[in-house]
């Protein structure tokens, strides 16, 4: 195996997965260098959710490996998933506890110290504007608010890769700068992030390096730069992906 020491963050290979006879995921290859701030971009149903579930072991391939630092999900979960931190799409969650509870059963059963898990988790409810929910259980959250509690939980044991579906979707625009400045000191400090979103000025803010998505493949993916090859990301997601603007024509009945 290769060593943890000089592996990228995370390496995805030759992922597949059909879902009945259409591949949702169809021979994916993927390699997040370590220290980037990774953006995954695609249309609907491209295959993002599906690649990123079986990247951090939720979802088994039906072929293809994933690595973490060189540690297999599958081979070696136990290595591989103290390593990382992940925000699921539609998380399911312990309903019927408060966020500082969910926080602490999450950190339990990482095996934290309380008063380190304690420190923690009112540091991030305070940044993510949770701190004030008191009673409210998460089955009583907002969608926004699921989703900084999620991360929360992500970042609680101090990861060294986030992987995120789409991480600032419902999420109010204060809420969001505070995840944008939480995201962007944990990449400063050495820390790797993969997420992956539907708004382009998201993405060219926060990215150093980019992957575009379409029916399961990589299209392209490197430094942003690169895949932008001086236009914006926008311009060359439509060209990569094929998407144009409609003729509004056949809506004509919508404008009375
Ligand atoms: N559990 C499932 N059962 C059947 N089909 C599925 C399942 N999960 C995903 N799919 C299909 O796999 C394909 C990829 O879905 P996926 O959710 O990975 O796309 P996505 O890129 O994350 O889309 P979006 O941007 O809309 O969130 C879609 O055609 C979807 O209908």
Aim: aromatic letters at 4%.
């Amino acid at each position: 195996m290769e060593s943890s020491g000089t592996a990228p963050a995370l390496r995805l290979a030759g992922l597949t997965k059909t879902f009945g006879d259409r591949p949702a995921v169809d021979h994916l290859d993927l390699e997040v260098p370590r220290g980037s701030f990774f953006g995954l971009i695609g249309p609907n149903g491209a295959g993002k959710t599906t690649s990123l579930s079986m990247a951090v072991g939720l979802l088994r391939p039906d072929s293809g490996r994933s690595q973490i630092f060189g540690f297999d999900v599958w081979d070696d979960p136990a290595r591989a998933k103290e390593l990382i931190g992940v925000l699921p799409d539609g998380l399911a969650m312990p309903e019927r506890l408060t966020g500082r509870e969910l926080l602490r059963f999450t950190g339990l059963l990482r095996g934290m110290e309380v008063p380190e898990l304690e420190r923690r988790s009112g540091d991030l409810l305070e940044i993510l504007e949770l701190a004030d929910t008191g009673r409210t259980l998460v089955m009583e959250y907002s969608t926004g608010m699921r989703k900084k509690i999620g991360l929360a939980t992500a970042l609680l044991h101090a990861p060294k890769l986030l992987v995120l579906d789409e991480p600032l979707e419902a999420v109010d625009p204060a809420s969001a700068a505070s995840i944008k400045v939480i995201l962007r000191r944990f990449v400063r400090d050495g820390g790797s992030v993969v997420f992956s979103s539907h708004v382009m000025p998201v993405v060219e803010q926060l990215c150093d390096h980019v992957a575009v998505i379409a029916s399961g493949r990589v299209v392209a993916a490197g430094p942003l730069d690169t895949v932008r090859s001086g236009r914006s990301l926008e311009e060359r997601f439509m060209d990569l992906v094929g998407g144009q603007a409609r003729e509004m024509g056949e809506l004509a009945w919508l404008s009375s």
